[in-house]
């Protein structure tokens, strides 16, 4: 159906995390850099099954990455935006099209799809206003296929916590 776009929802098998794999991840998520032997003593735990225990958690994908918070400023990157966009057609060839450009485009943090009034919400870097004025008529505007292009500048952040709230789920 024309204008219409089909969401599919994975269903994740909840996964039970113990007293110690959720000191592990909170440590983690804190601290990235944080030793094996390190993570072990705050768990509670000796570094050898810390260490299986964390391996374990990257390879069946609940450790995704470990990654530096950098600051944008250092390397000119003042200006951050939060771009709504707004497709002409939702047909899968064309959001495909869509998807492809965005995610080659460095200044683009972060692309989302989204439901209900908008399509897609990108997460936008650039050296100043000029620059994301670029961005958005050069790269991303260029797509045939954008219907509307909506901005919300960020000027002061007063929270950016990463990951997620990590604690036990009651059984």
């Known amino acids: 159906?024309?204008?219409?776009?089909?969401?599919?929802?994975?269903?994740?098998?909840?996964?039970?995390?113990?007293?110690?794999?959720?000191?592990?991840?909170?440590?983690?998520?804190?601290d990235g850099r944080m030793t094996n032997v390190q993570?072990?003593?705050?768990?509670?735990?000796?570094?050898?099954?810390?260490?299986?225990?964390?391996?374990?958690?990257?390879?069946?994908?609940?450790?995704?990455?470990?990654?530096?918070?950098?600051?944008?400023?250092?390397?000119?990157y003042g200006f951050r935006a939060i771009c709504i966009i707004n497709l002409d057609s939702q047909n899968s060839?064309?959001?495909?099209?869509?998807?492809?450009?965005?995610?080659?485009l460095k200044n683009v943090r972060y692309?989302?799809?989204?439901?209900?009034?908008?399509?897609?919400?990108?997460?936008?870097?650039?050296?100043s206003l000029e620059d994301y004025e670029d961005i958005i008529q050069k790269k991303i505007q260029k797509d045939r296929n954008i219907k509307c292009v909506r901005t919300f500048i960020l000027m002061k952040k007063y929270k950016g916590e990463y990951g997620i709230p990590i604690e036990q789920i009651p059984s």
């Open 39 to 76: 993570l072990a003593k705050n768990a509670g735990i000796s570094a050898p099954p810390c260490l299986r225990r964390l391996k374990a958690m990257e390879r069946n994908g609940i450790i995704t990455g470990y990654h530096a918070e950098i600051n944008a400023s250092a390397f000119g």
């Open 1 to 30: 159906m024309p204008g219409s776009v089909n969401v599919f929802f994975a269903i994740q098998t909840m996964i039970k995390f113990d007293d110690i794999d959720i000191s592990i991840l909170t440590d983690l998520q804190e």
């Open 93 to 104: 060839v064309d959001v495909l099209e869509f998807v492809d450009n965005i995610v080659k």
């Open 111 to 127: 692309c989302f799809a989204t439901p209900g009034n908008s399509d897609f919400i990108l997460d936008i870097v650039a050296r």
